[in-house]
């Protein structure tokens, strides 16, 4: 059972053959910032991405392998302990991204190497039958990233009328309009990035009035005005997530909003950094504030805690995970105690 009320149950997701362990249970002291391991859940190969229902207490995961699934638990709300449930094919190559409604009624899932949006119902007994499976036909300009299309995440807006499909391949956000009696997916618009850049994760900023991308290839962030009324984009800026001296190669990743909307947040891998932004709140625009070493290498994705204090971000590479303080004032952030070591850790996310 959960000691205080400033414990949060954290999940962690990684790269593992299904019989080593997989996803991680951590306890995390909201007050002074330490991760304590609880449990480890293996039998689930490549769990590289996991989502939270709070309405079901149901954690979901890809298994990001080349006959890929996605992969529901029930969680105690006590103990934050999992238990399996079931298991449904995603019919595509390398799932890399699963997110529910806010209903914990429908879940959806992109297939990245096979270019696919997966769609299935949810109930009390786990995740059923897929009901409907989009193609995303595309390329773009780099032949050894973006030969064919890869969706990299799926992400609605505030009043789930539309979702938004990062696809990396082709160099947009492919929008759609959701059928309310089933969820069956519309495509609405394709919105374009640069040639070359590489769209991965997408934000929307608590306002509702901007929207971000984070962009894999090329190192940027593009930031967005977003009229909900008409599901579209209007591009306002892109910035670089990296410090102007910096000559190496180096890859982006995930991005996160901070809950109160002033300070944006993306991963770097290669630079293994955190950039940190302020967000305009009249323009929606970014400056820079600081870059922030993870202290281990392939930061591929990190998590904002829910009272908004703390980060921690995971190193790939190193097999690390990495806790800061946030400097409520300003953004910046701060390691604060030891590593903690989990293999090939790709995912996090806090149960709040």
């Not at 529910?100 to 959806?108: A, E």
């Not at 670089?240 to 001296?245: C, G, M, Q």
């Not at 281990?296 to 800061?324: C, E, H, W």
Request: negative net charge; contains cysteine; hydrophobic residues 35%.
């Amino acid at each position: 059972m959960k000691a205080n009320e400033n414990e949060i149950f954290v999940y962690v997701g990684s790269y593992a053959d299904k019989s080593s362990p997989g996803i991680y249970l951590f306890s995390f002291q909201a007050e002074t910032g330490v991760l304590t391991l609880i449990e480890s859940y293996s039998n689930i190969a490549n769990p590289s991405f996991l989502t939270l229902d709070p309405k079901r207490n149901r954690l979901y995961s890809v298994s990001e392998t080349a006959e890929g699934s996605v992969v529901s638990y029930m969680i105690d709300p006590e103990s934050g302990k999992l238990v399996y449930l079931n298991e449904q094919p995603t019919l595509g190559a390398d799932p890399c991204y699963v997110m529910t409604d806010s209903q914990g009624k429908r879940l959806y899932v992109t297939n990245y190497s096979s270019g696919n949006i997966c769609h299935y119902p949810l109930s009390d007994e786990g995740i059923g039958a897929m009901t409907e499976k989009i193609d995303h036909i595309g390329s773009s300009v780099r032949p050894d990233r973006q030969e064919a299309a890869h969706p990299h995440s799926i992400v609605a807006d505030r009043s789930e009328s539309y979702l938004f499909a990062p696809d990396l391949g082709m160099d947009r956000i492919v929008v759609y309009r959701t059928n309310s009696a089933g969820g069956a997916l519309v495509r609405h618009d394709a919105v374009p990035l640069k040639p070359g850049a590489g769209p991965r994760h997408f934000a929307f900023h608590p306002s509702g009035r901007f929207g971000y991308v984070i962009n894999e290839l090329d190192s940027t962030v593009t930031a967005f005005a977003y009229d909900g009324g008409h599901g579209s984009l209007a591009e306002i800026q892109t910035i670089s997530t990296l410090p102007a001296d910096f000559a190496g190669e180096s890859w982006c990743a995930d991005i996160h909003i901070s809950a109160d909307g002033r300070f944006l947040y993306g991963s770097n891998r290669g630079h293994d950094s955190i950039a940190v932004y302020s967000i305009d709140a009249k323009t929606g625009e970014l400056s820079p504030v600081q870059f922030a070493p993870t202290g281990g290498s392939f930061p591929r994705n990190f998590a904002l805690m829910p009272n908004g204090k703390f980060l921690i971000a995971a190193n790939q590479n190193t097999d690390s995970l990495v806790t800061y303080e946030i400097d409520g004032d300003t953004g910046r952030l701060r390691q604060v105690g030891e590593e903690v070591h989990v293999g090939k850790p790709v995912c996090i996310q806090p149960w709040r």
